[in-house]
């Protein structure tokens, strides 16, 4: 069975910096793809940044583009969100994913959850 445990999230004003982070156990971590969402109060979750299972490729929501950054340590079954000029908008709690197979940047693509982490952008 595939556990996520998520790390990192916290308060940050707006400009600043946080980095996530995500440790998969349970199974062989090099086999997923990995990637983040999001989810605001009375907003759906959105897609925000995923990675495939060697680390080459990547893929970000437009929104995040330039300021976030995804990357995997397969020595150490972590995946990465650096999250960079942080805006209000990012405000959410976000949710790591992990699916064996494509990178994918739709919920349904993903069958393994984290319990989320809280992100508060202040202005």
């Known amino acids: 069975q595939v556990q996520l445990v998520e790390s990192g999230g916290g308060l940050v004003q707006a400009g600043g910096s946080l980095r996530l982070s995500c440790a998969l156990s349970g199974r062989t971590f090099s086999s997923y793809s990995m990637g983040w969402f999001r989810q605001a109060p009375g907003e759906a979750r959105e897609f925000v940044a995923a990675v495939s299972r060697s680390g080459v490729d990547t893929d970000y929501a437009d929104n995040v583009k330039g300021r976030f950054t995804i990357s995997r340590d397969n020595t150490n079954n972590t995946v990465l969100l650096q999250m960079n000029s942080l805006k209000p908008e990012d405000t959410a709690s976000y949710y790591c994913?992990?699916?064996?197979?494509?990178?994918?940047?739709?919920?349904?693509?993903?069958?393994?959850w984290g319990q989320g982490t809280q992100v508060t952008v202040s202005s």
């Open positions: 994913v992990a699916r064996f197979g494509w990178i994918a940047n739709i919920t349904g693509a993903y069958v393994y």
